[in-house]
């Protein structure tokens, strides 16, 4: 069974940085895609940002490109999402999810396993 734990959430000022971590076990993550979703209060989960866990092909979010940078470490089967220049906009809860069929999609519906998701709160 994959387990993706996350990481890293916080309170940071307008601005400022985090990096979320996500840690993923029980599965064979090499013909994964692994994915960053938020969801905002009252706000339907949104992608933000996927990666390939094979060849590390990058996708994002118009509204995080130039801000956020997702990579993965394949020895520890971690994905990470360095988050800069922070907006208040940007608070939610951060999920970390997998899509074992490895689709680079940006859908809710292509990810099969999910975290527990981890709190951002970015104040002005």
């Known amino acids: 069974q994959v387990q993706l734990v996350e990481s890293g959430g916080g309170l940071v000022q307008a601005g400022g940085s985090l990096r979320l971590s996500c840690a993923a076990s029980?599965?064979?993550?090499?013909?994964?895609?692994m994915g960053w979703f938020r969801q905002a209060p009252g706000k339907e989960r949104e992608f933000v940002a996927s990666?390939?866990?094979?060849?590390?092909?990058?996708n994002y979010a118009d509204s995080v490109k130039g801000r956020f940078t997702i990579s993965r470490d394949n020895a520890k089967n971690t994905v990470y999402l360095q988050m800069n220049s922070l907006k208040p906009e940007n608070t939610a809860v951060y999920y970390c999810?997998?899509?074992?069929?490895?689709?680079?999609?940006?859908?809710?519906?292509?990810?099969?396993?999910w975290g527990q998701g981890t709190q951002v709160t970015v104040s002005s």
């Open positions: 029980g599965g064979t993550f090499s013909s994964y895609t």
């Open positions: 999810a997998a899509d074992v069929y490895g689709r680079h999609g940006v859908s809710v519906r292509l990810y099969d396993y």
């Open positions: 990666i390939s866990w094979s060849d590390g092909v990058t």
